[in-house]
């Protein structure tokens, strides 16, 4: 079983709906993150959280939001997605030892 | 303002020769740095990491090199084989407490059989 998981997998929505990606992890850790990654561009961070009551944003916070449901949850929401919210979308843990472990990924397409 | 570049998005070598990927960072307060290598249809996988207190880490076919005052560092596949063939992330992040980590852009290597 994968370590990481996300889902959905794949989503395509419409200007304006309410999304929520969601990220599950089985490896313990206290740190949890979400990233998105455009064509052509790095890995750049929304969200970060440290534990359940530690939520932090990242460098592109503007139009979503994210919630520590516990330890092994971290789940983000566009809540009125835009096109220009048309991305990869990668969840990430890390135990605090500098590397992260990434899930699959979401393609989030918004028409 | 990107803190961590790739400069070069790809990269071809034939099969048994070296791949030389390259990263610089922009940042000096960056202490430890990563390389990614990504498939198509999934996550960023860890391949090798490397503290500011050393210039080299070597693990099997992949060595990353650091050259603090160049603010250069650079992984090394030898010998490069098919399998191989991914995209390459390189990531920077600074003992701060947050270690967030910053990215680069990407280099996509083709090995050639």
């Known amino acids: 079983d994968a370590d990481v998981t996300q889902t959905p997998r794949n989503r395509i929505t419409k200007t304006g709906k309410r999304i929520m990606l969601e990220c599950s992890q089985t490896?313990?850790?206290?740190?949890m993150y979400w990233y998105r990654q455009d064509p052509g561009l790095g890995l750049q961070l929304i969200y970060y959280s440290f534990d359940v009551k530690d939520i932090n944003k990242g460098e592109i916070s503007d139009g979503y939001s994210v919630s520590r449901q516990a330890q092994a949850k971290f789940s983000l929401s566009l809540e009125s997605a835009i096109p220009n919210q048309t991305a990869l979308y990668f969840c990430a843990t890390g135990g605090g030892g500098g590397g992260q472990f990434f899930g699959p990924g979401t393609r989030l397409t918004v028409l | 303002d990107q803190q961590v570049k790739q400069n070069s998005p790809s990269l071809s070598v034939q099969e048994g020769r070296i791949s030389i990927l390259n990263c610089d960072y922009t940042n000096s307060m960056f202490d430890y740095f990563l390389w990614y290598k990504k498939y198509p249809a999934e996550g960023p996988t860890f391949l090798i990491s490397?503290?500011?207190?050393?210039d080299k880490n070597e693990d099997g076919r992949f060595t990353v090199f650091l050259n603090k005052s160049a603010k250069h560092l650079s992984l090394h596949i030898v010998p490069s084989q098919p399998g191989d063939s991914a995209v390459y992330f390189c990531a920077a992040s600074a003992w701060t407490g947050a270690n967030n980590l910053f990215f680069g852009t990407g280099t996509r290597l083709t090995v050639i059989p």
């Open positions: 490397i503290s500011s207190i050393k």
């Open positions: 490896k313990g850790h206290d740190r």
